[in-house]
């Protein structure tokens, strides 16, 4: 199997080292504008298997010709690009794995089964592992009628004044916090602001005490999961940090809007970005990733959690193992056929029945442990 990976960032670089290690692959290559972070990429993944190119993949005909001639494509790159990428791999006939989620990826399913193509969109950890065992608990579970997802990153040992370190770009975690959540709340789907409700949620020890808030997180649930009552995807902090972000956003340092600061117009989002970025990435890079998704019916309710840890041996940060991984272990599948079809199919509807089980078969091979209970 010959796979192409868009990205060697955070999660690209986790995918394209996963595939280049598992078996029944046969050749990665990696695209990315960055040719410092390729040539570290390819140092530390070594061997034969894994090689690079320079591409600039904003230029549609550079992204025509790289997406061309693999068994599946991977994608982990950065809001702004996403959709460019996308629509290259949909025209080229591609079968591909994206762990981004945007609305406008849904538009493309009539042009993707016009060409032949497959797209799986938001199939890293949330969107798409949380997704992935929710739905498989509500096809189980008679007259399920309420979903939660509860995810989140955290450092194992939060520093202040925020008591978070990036585990993917700043620009992918402020989206989260500046936009409207969507959520269902009586089968209706409505808005609500990220830090309007926060609650306490209790995990076993050493986690314990995290908050939640709601998110813009339910990516193709908002399409596929309408039945239910109640659905919603929370992000879990460490307690305190949402009420310091909803002070910046408030006091308007989240804004796109720009203002005039010495001669110059400047958008506080884009000044946000800068300084928020430079100091969430200080501190140790040890963290932790918390997931717990719920289902309900009137007589039964099932819960899967997850706690995982960074990867010492291998310096793999836990956010990459599960974003990472899901991804990789999803494209695989795709390669070999074992999830077949044409247009933009969503990750809960291409990984069902026992590819569910064996997407956490891998995941735990891996070292990334999910359990459930009733």
Known sequence: MKVGVLGSGLMGSVISWDLA???????????????????????????????????????????????KGFDVLASALPHG??????????????????????????????????????LIPGCGLAPGLGGILLAHAVRNLAGAYEGH????????????????????????????????????????????MPFSEVEKVQFPEPVGTLEAFCTDGLASLVYTMKSLKVLD????????????????????FFSREKVRVAGAEVSPLEVSYAVLGRKLSEGDPHDITV??????????????????????????????????????????????GEISGKGVIPPETAVHGMLVERLQAELGRRGVKISVRE
Do not use: C
């Not at 061997?47 to 997406?67: I, Q, Y």
């Not at 995807?233 to 308007?252: C, D, F, I, Y």
């Open 291 to 336: 997931m717990r998704v719920v289902a309900k019916s009137r007589r039964q309710e099932v819960v899967y959690d997850m706690v995982d840890r960074y990867d010492d041996d291998n310096a793999v940060t836990s956010m990459g193992k599960t974003t990472g991984y899901t991804a990789s272990i999803v494209a695989q599948m795709l390669g070999s």
């Open 233 to 252: 995807e929370k992000t879990l902090r460490w307690p305190g940090h949402a009420q310091k972000m909803n002070v910046l956003m408030e006091s308007g």
């Open 149 to 192: 997802i509860l995810v989140g990153g955290i450092p194992e040992h939060p520093v202040g004044p925020f008591d978070y370190r990036l585990v993917f770009s700043i620009v992918g975690l402020l989206r989260e916090y500046i936009e409207e959540a969507r959520v269902f709340r009586g089968g209706k789907l409505v808005r609500v």
């Open 81 to 118: 690009v996403v959709n460019l990428v996308d629509v290259a791999a949909v025209k080229a006939g591609s079968k591909m794995v994206d762990i981004a989620f945007e609305d406008a990826q849904m538009g493309l399913d009539v042009e993707a089964k016009k060409r032949g193509s497959l």
């Open 21 to 67: 290690r598992s078996k029944g692959i046969d050749e990665v290559v990696v695209a990315d504008i960055d040719p410092e972070r390729l040539s570290s990429l390819r140092r530390r993944a070594g061997g034969r298997k894994l090689s690079v190119e320079v591409v600039d993949l904003r230029d549609p005909a550079k992204t025509a010709r790289f997406v």
